[in-house]
């Protein structure tokens, strides 16, 4: 598509009744459950479900990272988006773990670990040391015990390059995929334990630099030093692992059969979002993505090696989009993060004028709601909502930002910088 035929679903006007479709949104998603109740977990704040539906009403954990990210700031829900950390890190002190969901038969896995990034968001927001204090104990809780895990059938995460795998107690590769949040995927061959994920990896990297950098506001220098140390030691294994010369892209590593996967995914992006690729690997991976991933609408999932699973081509996710912005961005490829970032926002108008709705996923190759797996599609979905408020503002923040340089509001933490 040519920018003129995306501009007539980026009129201000547009934007702004999506904007005002959001706004009026979320009381529709907030819920309160104090206490248990049958498989629901009690929480001691209230929540935002991912959905208004029969299904998705539980605190999910991964999809909590963008919403708290939208909502920190808003004069109404800030203290909502700042309960649900807190939420998460209740769970920690009471569990263990975090679990996928605040289900009690979720309780055998996690999603991906972003409570760091989400504690990172709410101290920049307040500046209070003494939550941050309380927050870092579980979150060094929660690394050391779930992601650096050595104990089969309960916590075996650790594998033995160093690098770290998707789980679940049952020892399931179906399940330790939907820890990934990827489910269902082709991505793994359907041999998800076997597999040391990128997207993974690179998301302990930050957890490691957060961690580092908690010990550091307190003046621990031991454990600052371990932290780093732990952090430049897993961007050393991603780099040796991970990284395909020949291809110039970061791929998934098969640690039983000690070779990379060969199927070209988004998740390759991640080593660019987190910082951990050099500047001639940023080109080269920015280079395959608008060859192989960029599609007329956004950022597909995957190249075409699959059809019909929700994770895989022809559809696009929310937060997947923007952790691609952000890593353009953060390697000063300004034009190319506001193509599509102009690409996902005027997908979103689009389908709204169609149907009134915002939803869970999009098919970025057609212009259209995303193909569906287990279920149908959701409509409402409070990723995407959150994504869409990040991305409007970002595509202002953008505007005038020079190419080739780190625009100066990512410079601030953003939970992943």
Known sequence: MSPDEFSKYLKQKDINEVLAYIDS?????????????????????????????????????????????????????????????????????????????????????????????????????????????????????????????????????????????????????????????????????????????????????????????????????????????????????INKYMWNEEEGYYFDYNFEKKQRSPLITIAGIYPLNVGIATFKQARRSVGLIERELQKSWGVVQSVRFVENKQWDWPNGWAPIQLRVVEALLRYGYIRLARRFMTKWIALNVKVFKETGELWEKYDVVHGRVGIPDRYPTVPGFAWTNAVFMIMVKMLAQTENAPEGATPIFMVRRLGWF
């Open 25 to 237: 949104y979320w009381p529709k998603l907030i819920k309160s459950n104090p206490s248990d109740l049958r498989s629901l977990i009690g929480l001691p704040n209230p929540y935002i479900v991912p959905a208004a539906s029969e299904v998705f009403q539980e605190q999910y954990y991964w999809d909590s990272y963008p919403i708290v990210r939208a909502l920190i700031d808003h004069p109404k829900y800030k203290k909502v988006a700042v309960g649900m950390v807190d939420n998460l890190l209740h769970e920690v002190e009471r569990f263990g773990i975090v679990p996928n969901a605040s289900r009690f038969y979720f309780l055998s896995r996690s999603q991906p670990p972003l409570l760091s990034s989400m504690v990172s968001v709410v101290y920049d927001a307040t500046g209070d040391k003494i939550w941050l204090r309380r927050a870092a104990k579980l979150l060094e809780d929660e690394y050391n015990d779930v992601w650096m895990g050595k104990i089969h059938l309960r916590n075996y995460r650790l594998t033995w390059t160093g690098l770290c795998r998707y789980y679940d107690l049952n020892a399931l590769d179906l399940l330790a995929e939907a820890e990934s949040g990827w489910d269902m995927t082709s991505r793994f061959g359907g041999k998800c334990l076997s597999y040391c994920p990128v997207d993974l990896n690179s998301l302990l990297y930050i957890y490691e630099r957060d961690l580092s950098e908690c010990y550091q506001i307190f003046g621990n220098s031991k454990k600052d030093e371990k932290f780093r140390k732990a952090s430049e030691k897993r961007a050393d294994l």
